[in-house]
């Protein structure tokens, strides 16, 4: 089972809302340390396939699931497993940045001090340095960290809340629309941290933004009305796609 | 003529408006006009802190009235205030959202039971239990603060209610992403992001609680004297007026309405702290 480790593995799941199906038994494996991108139109289940991988859907009333998503060969929505112990596993960024506010500080200190691991608590400035170094953004708030969050820029607070992530050290990283509430220049920076990301952690990442998943994904997954069209690598995706739905998406004829 | 109607309608609403700001603009006048001068001529310092009351004697401190008045509110507070947090918190966070469509109405229908009722389970039920369980007559100190704080439940419950469903949705998701527990969650980030409503809820309830005069006048006894432990009887301010209203006059009645005034100068400050406890938070948003 050794090569199976850290690996992610989406197996005929399916997610009803009441009555609504809304994913279709979708079946992907999604590799580690890459980016795999999620895309499709708005409304097609891509948030909800996102969610459904750190079981953030059960907030919501009326959810029910189907099928099994592995990670490290185990069922997420096995009973036996922890739910609070997988979000530490499972990390996610959300749409629009949303830190605490709190301090800059305490947003990145937050998983840690919830969680048990000893160790990192006795270790938490150098835990909440190390996550901002992660997520590019130390620089511009190692004179500020005891200032509120919610006075920075929004690509820095979407930074913050990459390394508020990052912080309880997780093994995938979850990213719904990330730079969507972003102006370009802080998506840029997104996007090249995604990039730097992927040497440590798996990343899959929800975009409507065509261009940017062929920029930062090794593979993508082609969603519509809650069945998965098409995956496979990203540049075979975009150059040369198998679906004749898929080829008219990325050609901009609906979506 | 829709015109005309519209203008006469507009016209009648107008009065209407203003005939309730008068009233409360009367009042306040009269309280004051009728008060005021009393506090003067005996004395602030001896009306507010000495502890004869002694109407026929010409003695009129109010200083017991001020003691139990604080004591059976901090009582009620003690108990209301966690109670109606604990409550609105479990209502949110941990039931789903049909059945707190269900319940939050009913505990705000509490807030219709007349006061009176509240008063009568005091004197049938309550006071019982205390004078077997715990000695004392039973009218007492702790049975006015037990009333009191089943009755500003539904205030607290309600407004803290209201304060936590604002609290961003995406303030949650983050803390439960972070894999902290519901609990956590609560209390890490809802409730500090809520707190200010909270507050205001608990201090809104707090002027309820100052200003309730039937079912305490039934459940506490009403003895005149500064209480040395829960379970004795006790009288509030305005229970003290309630009481002596009927057959008071001259500097009496007088002595009875700069008691009015005392209480209207707490009810407002009460009041108006609230409602800037409440900006604050429309600030920071």
């Given at each position: 089972?050794?090569i199976r480790?850290?690996?992610?593995?989406?197996?005929?799941f399916?997610?009803?809302?009441?009555?609504?199906?809304?994913?279709?038994?979708?079946s992907m494996?999604?590799?580690?340390k890459?980016?795999?991108a999620?895309i499709?139109?708005?409304?097609c289940?891509?948030?909800?396939?996102?969610?459904?991988?750190?079981?953030?859907?059960e907030?919501?009333?009326g959810?029910?699931?189907?099928?099994?998503?592995?990670?490290?060969?185990?069922?997420?929505y096995?009973?036996?497993?922890?739910?609070?112990?997988?979000?530490?596993?499972?990390g996610?960024v959300?749409q629009r940045?949303n830190?605490?506010?709190k301090?800059i500080?305490?947003?990145?200190?937050f998983?840690?001090?919830?969680?048990?691991?000893k160790?990192?608590k006795?270790?938490?400035?150098?835990?909440v340095?190390?996550?901002?170094?992660?997520?590019?953004?130390w620089?511009e708030?190692k004179d500020?960290?005891?200032?509120?969050?919610?006075?920075?820029?929004?690509?820095q607070?979407?930074r913050?809340?990459?390394?508020?992530a990052?912080?309880?050290?997780?093994?995938?990283?979850?990213m719904d629309?990330p730079?969507s509430?972003?102006?370009p220049?802080a998506?840029?920076?997104i996007?090249?941290?995604?990039?730097k990301?992927?040497?440590?952690?798996?990343?899959?990442?929800v975009?409507?933004?065509?261009?940017?998943?062929?920029r930062?994904?090794d593979?993508t997954a082609?969603?519509?009305?809650?069945k998965?069209?098409?995956?496979?690598?990203?540049?075979?995706?975009?150059?040369?796609?198998?679906?004749?739905?898929?080829?008219?998406?990325?050609?901009?004829r609906?979506? | 003529?829709?015109?005309t109607?519209?203008?006469i309608?507009q016209?009648?609403l107008l009065?209407?408006?203003?005939?309730?700001?008068?009233?409360?603009?009367?009042?306040a006048?009269?309280?004051?006009s009728?008060?005021?001068?009393?506090?003067?001529?005996?004395g602030?310092?001896?009306f507010?802190?000495?502890s004869?009351?002694?109407p026929?004697?010409?003695?009129?401190?109010?200083?017991?009235?001020?003691?139990?008045?604080?004591?059976?509110t901090?009582g009620?507070?003690?108990?209301?205030?966690p109670?109606g947090v604990a409550?609105a918190?479990?209502l949110?966070e941990?039931?789903?959202?049909t059945?707190?469509?269900?319940?939050?109405p009913s505990?705000?229908?509490?807030?219709?039971?007349?006061?009176?009722?509240?008063g009568?389970?005091?004197?049938m039920?309550?006071?019982?239990?205390?004078?077997?369980?715990?000695?004392?007559?039973?009218l007492?100190?702790?049975?006015g603060?037990?009333?009191l704080?089943?009755m500003?439940?539904?205030?607290?419950?309600?407004?803290?209610i209201?304060?936590?469903?604002?609290?961003?949705k995406?303030y949650?998701?983050?803390?439960?992403?972070?894999?902290?527990t519901?609990?956590?969650?609560?209390?890490?980030?809802?409730?500090?992001?809520?707190?200010?409503g909270?507050?205001?809820?608990?201090?809104?309830?707090m002027?309820r609680?100052?200003g309730?005069?039937m079912?305490v006048?039934m459940?506490?006894?009403?003895?005149?004297?500064i209480?040395g432990?829960a379970?004795?009887?006790?009288?509030t301010?305005?229970?003290n007026?309630a009481?002596?209203?009927?057959?008071?006059?001259g500097?009496?009645r007088?002595?009875l309405?700069?008691?009015?005034?005392?209480l209207?100068?707490?009810?407002m400050?009460?009041?108006?702290?609230?409602s800037?406890?409440?900006?604050?938070?429309k600030?920071?948003?």
């Amino acid at each position: 089972m050794e090569i199976r480790e850290n690996r992610l593995e989406i197996k005929d799941f399916s997610l009803y809302y009441h009555r609504t199906k809304a994913l279709e038994e979708i079946s992907m494996d999604i590799p580690e340390k890459k980016v795999t991108a999620i895309i499709g139109p708005s409304g097609c289940g891509k948030s909800t396939l996102l969610r459904s991988i750190n079981r953030m859907n059960e907030m919501i009333d009326g959810v029910l699931t189907e099928g099994r998503i592995l990670l490290d060969a185990e069922n997420i929505y096995d009973r036996s497993i922890d739910v609070v112990e997988l979000r530490r596993k499972v990390g996610m960024v959300f749409q629009r940045p949303n830190p605490f506010p709190k301090s800059i500080y305490e947003n990145v200190a937050f998983g840690v001090r919830m969680g048990e691991n000893k160790q990192a608590k006795g270790r938490l400035e150098e835990v909440v340095e190390r996550s901002l170094k992660e997520a590019a953004i130390w620089d511009e708030v190692k004179d500020r960290l005891q200032r509120s969050a919610m006075e920075l820029s929004g690509g820095q607070q979407q930074r913050v809340c990459i390394a508020r992530a990052l912080a309880v050290e997780p093994e995938v990283i979850l990213m719904d629309e990330p730079a969507s509430a972003l102006d370009p220049i802080a998506t840029a920076k997104i996007e090249e941290l995604i990039f730097k990301l992927k040497e440590k952690y798996t990343i899959v990442i929800v975009t409507h933004n065509m261009q940017q998943a062929a920029r930062v994904s090794d593979q993508t997954a082609f969603l519509m009305l809650g069945k998965l069209i098409e995956y496979g690598d990203t540049a075979t995706i975009f150059t040369n796609p198998k679906n004749k739905t898929t080829e008219e998406y990325i050609t901009g004829r609906f979506g | 003529m829709p015109v005309t109607s519209e203008k006469i309608m507009q016209r009648l609403l107008l009065a209407v408006a203003f005939s309730a700001l008068s009233a409360l603009l009367l009042i306040a006048v009269f309280i004051i006009s009728q008060g005021l001068p009393f506090i003067f001529r005996y004395g602030f310092r001896e009306f507010l802190f000495s502890s004869q009351w002694n109407p026929q004697a010409g003695k009129f401190g109010i200083f017991p009235m001020v003691v139990s008045t604080l004591w059976v509110t901090l009582g009620a507070m003690a108990i209301g205030a966690p109670l109606g947090v604990a409550g609105a918190v479990f209502l949110t966070e941990f039931v789903p959202r049909t059945v707190m469509r269900i319940i939050k109405p009913s505990i705000e229908l509490l807030a219709g039971i007349p006061s009176v009722v509240y008063g009568f389970i005091g004197v049938m039920v309550l006071a019982p239990l205390i004078r077997d369980h715990l000695g004392g007559p039973g009218l007492s100190l702790l049975a006015g603060s037990i009333i009191l704080g089943i009755m500003i439940l539904p205030t607290i419950i309600s407004i803290s209610i209201d304060s936590i469903m604002a609290v961003p949705k995406s303030y949650r998701e983050g803390s439960l992403a972070l894999g902290a527990t519901v609990w956590q969650t609560v209390r890490m980030v809802t409730l500090p992001a809520a707190r200010s409503g909270i507050a205001a809820s608990i201090i809104l309830a707090m002027g309820r609680a100052v200003g309730e005069t039937m079912a305490v006048i039934m459940v506490t006894g009403n003895s005149v004297k500064i209480p040395g432990s829960a379970l004795e009887p006790v009288r509030t301010l305005t229970a003290n007026i309630a009481l002596e209203m009927g057959y008071a006059t001259g500097m009496h009645r007088q002595a009875l309405f700069a008691t009015g005034v005392v209480l209207f100068v707490v009810i407002m400050i009460l009041n108006f702290s609230a409602s800037y406890v409440m900006r604050q938070r429309k600030a920071r948003r």
